[in-house]
């Protein structure tokens, strides 16, 4: 008998609540895949550089690939405290309303727009490592300014993957930008709905 009226009361109240725009919901459940998605494919970065430098630092002859194959495990242990950092409480919503959903959706995008930061700081310590670790490495230095301004094809490439990393930063800086706007007028339209 109490079980009946249970679930009679919470048939009113979810009639009473407003339901979550479902494009709201769809938005939350496709950045929640896509944050599982990522965790793998850090996964996978984590076994790929980390492994790789390992393995090639055991097998090669130079003692300078121990180095590399240290700076990689730092790296890698610095992106995955970020990432295990700035993802607590951002797996799912706590409740199932609009008013969470929206703010697990800001917070999300607040997230994502430090990891552009983070990205970007961590990308140039990388680079700079790398083109320090290969010029000391090289057995004949020319100069350095003429070496690093397009001095031989892999710094070259070196100059164009770093334009494209950074102008799809910026791209997508401005995105979440624009996103974060929008979602924090949704949640003051939400709050002002409330009171």
Known sequence: ??????????????????PIPPELRRRVERQSRLMKI???????????????????????????????????????AVAWTFVLVSNRGLWKPSAVDTATFVDLSVRRCQTAIAAV???????????????????????????LAQWLLFGSVPVNIVWACTITFFTALVWYWKRKRRELAQLRSLRQEITSKSM
């Open 1 to 18: 008998m109490t079980t009946d009226i249970e679930l009679e009361e919470w048939r009113q109240q979810w009639q009473i609540e407003e």
């Open 38 to 76: 990522g965790l793998v494919g850090d996964s996978i970065v984590t076994i790929v550089i980390g492994g790789g430098s390992t393995a090639w630092a055991v097998l090669s002859k130079d003692s300078g690939m121990g180095l590399v194959a240290v700076a990689a495990w730092l790296f890698l």
């Open 117 to 143: 930061w983070f990205a970007g700081a961590l990308f140039l310590a990388e680079i700079a490592f790398g083109l320090s670790w290969a010029y000391l490495h090289m057995t004949e230095r020319p100069r």
